[in-house]
């Protein structure tokens, strides 16, 4: 049971458990002898330079957890009032790189949605995905294959960009992580603007659709599916027979339509217990919320796809802990864990210079000698002439051009992950 929790929460989280206990989404014939494992889920731990140093101290709480294989941070490494700039994502990518377990980063709204505003640095969204694709998820960047074996999308040749969208296997159990950020997928009603939208939708069925049938044929015991963004289930949209008649009264389209009808048919290819996990967007009563929501255009409930919505009260002391045990009847367990009060805060990471940040003045640089009078140099030599511009015959022209070279500059902004 959660510690620090008060009686009524802890009561009404034993009746949440019990319930998940007998929900048969997250039940399955025990089928093999496997050992226990855990993992952690935390998103939207940091909104400002001031969570830096309590995110640190949240991930060094999660690694000291016993069993705990890696830990998924859904989202939101920085807050929506942030600049989008190159030396923010290096810093935040330093904090990933402290994680003392596997850690898997899926993009979140405010890591490149939410730089297109003011506030965010008035960025192309597109391009920042394409920058934190670049060093938070580069080759670099991902854990050690010895500790987590993870395949990126990005290895299908169709699929390149999308090194966000993963895929992994611990103890029988397929995890997937997936690009589908709030808010509405990313859905712009602007027409003409959601090319970004409508390729990832693309892979992102792609991407499920091959979990699933990966799943079914190595016999997994269940599938754990995890993104940023709530899909709203309860707007499940159907198609309209008569949806001409609202004339003006246009209905906001499902971003996350797709997505949705994709775990329906994943639900059907896979016959066992799918675990669909992500961001609540807003503080939950228990830190999160268990529930069966999923239903097919029929209105059947797909009954071996259950959700569980994470909203900690206070993200940076709180974190999502599931228990997966493969060999029960119940193979998962689901708890909210706290920072030990007494856990020291980690030493301050070195800080990454910021953009705005004026250079430094550079040394003054000493005089050159001064240059002989005129008068006394000597007359140019008879039948010399005179150089153009007025120099004094003799001398070379032009002259000699200075030992040049490439500037020295910056390197490439890079990020580094060493679990």
């Known amino acids: 049971m959660p510690r620090g929790l008060p009686a009524r929460a802890a009561a009404a989280l034993a009746a949440t458990l019990l319930a998940l206990a007998q929900a048969g989404a997250l039940a399955a014939p025990p089928k093999r002898s496997a050992a226990p494992h855990s993992f952690a889920v935390v998103s939207g731990v940091i909104n400002g330079p001031a969570d830096e140093p309590a995110a640190q101290r949240l991930l060094d709480a999660i690694a000291r957890e016993r069993n705990l294989a ?3 941070y859904a989202g939101d490494l920085k807050g929506p009032k942030e600049a989008c700039r190159d030396t923010l994502y290096s810093q935040r990518g330093a904090i990933l790189d ?5 850690l898997v980063f899926i993009p979140g709204h405010d890591d490149w949605i939410a730089c297109n505003t003011a506030a965010g640095g008035g960025y192309d969204p597109v391009e920042r995905l394409d920058f934190v694709r670049q060093t938070l998820l580069a080759e670099s960047a991902l854990p050690d294959p010895g500790a987590l074996q993870i395949t990126r999308e990005s290895e299908v040749a169709r699929f390149r960009p999308y090194r966000e969208n993963a895929r992994w296997m611990r103890d029988d159990i397929v995890y997937v992580a997936l690009n589908a950020p709030a808010p509405n997928n990313h859905y712009l009603t602007a027409g003409g603007r959601n090319g970004e939208f409508e390729d990832r939708i693309i892979a992102n069925g792609f991407w499920i659709d ?18 940023e963004g709530d899909p709203q289930f309860e707007r499940y949209e159907r198609s309209e027979r008569f949806a001409w008649l609202r ?13 949705k009808r994709t775990l329906v048919k994943a ?13 609540s967007g807003e503080p939950l009563a228990n830190g999160f919320l268990i ?9 059947e409930l797909v009954g071996n796809v259950t959700r569980v919505a994470i909203g900690p009260r206070h993200p940076a002391n709180q974190w999502v802990k599931v228990t997966v045990s493969p060999a029960r009847q119940t193979i998962f367990n689901v708890s909210l864990q706290e920072v030990p009060k007494n856990l020291p805060v980690p030493p301050t ?4 210079p910021r953009d705005d940040v004026p250079l430094p003045q550079m040394p003054e640089i000493p005089a050159l000698p001064a240059l002989p009078d005129a008068s006394s140099v000597a007359p140019p030599l008879q039948g010399d002439g005179a150089a ?7 001398a070379s022209w032009p002259a000699p051009p200075a030992a040049s070279g490439p500037a020295p500059g910056l390197p490439a902004s890079s990020v580094q992950r060493t679990p």
Request: aromatic residues 8%; without cysteine.
């Open 349 to 352: 990471l070195p800080l990454v």
């Open 388 to 394: 153009p511009g007025g120099a004094p015959g003799g």
């Open 210 to 227: 091959h979990a699933a049938e990966y799943a079914k044929r190595r016999e997994a015991r269940a599938m754990v599916v995890i993104f």
């Open 247 to 259: 004339f003006n009264r246009p209905r906001v389209r499902d971003g996350f339509r797709e997505l």
């Open 267 to 279: 639900a059907a290819t896979f016959r066992g217990p799918i675990l669909v996990m992500h961001a």
């Open 98 to 102: 402290s994680a003392r377990v596997p």
């Open 291 to 299: 529930d069966r929501p999923l239903h097919a255009d029929d209105g």
């Open 70 to 72: 890696f830990v998924v």
